[in-house]
């Protein structure tokens, strides 16, 4: 019970901080959150928050488990941050394809931090995983504007 009510007060009170952001601008959240990119992109939080929450009897904070985690959820969160700029006359865009870039572009750059802590920046590695983060950034970009 106590994990189904953590997980759903960060929801509500993490997605709650994103329609403020929006109402402050003007902007009409409510064609942005029922667009299939953001239920893409909840999705993905809720299985995030769901496994730090798990974890986080296990884990310490400083696990790169969870440090990975709460990245890859930062991440997510700056993506909803660009969505909720998104008019609600362009909410077309916002497809199931678009969720999954994003979701897929979190997953990128938390591994991309993690090589970070262990490697130099002009480590091969690093490079790929940099080069890979900018293609699914510039995809995002064609799409979003």
Do not use: W
Request: glycine share 4%.
């Amino acid at each position: 019970m106590r994990l189904k009510y953590s997980v759903l007060l960060l929801l509500l009170f993490g997605c709650g901080a994103h329609v403020a952001r929006a109402q402050a601008r003007d902007v009409d959240p409510g064609p942005i959150r029922s667009s299939a990119a953001y239920a893409e992109i909840l999705l993905r939080k809720t299985e995030l928050l769901a496994d730090i929450e798990s974890l986080s009897a296990d884990y310490t904070e400083s696990n790169p488990k969870m440090i990975d985690m709460r990245f890859e959820l930062a991440s997510l969160d700056r993506s909803l941050e660009k969505m909720f700029m998104v008019k609600p006359t362009e909410t077309a865009r916002l497809t199931p394809a678009l969720g999954k870039l994003i979701v897929r572009r979190a997953s990128l750059d938390a591994e991309l931090n993690r090589l970070n802590r262990s490697y130099n920046k002009d480590h091969p590695e690093v490079k790929r995983a940099r080069r890979r983060l900018e293609i699914f950034d510039s995809a995002i970009k064609e799409i979003l504007g």
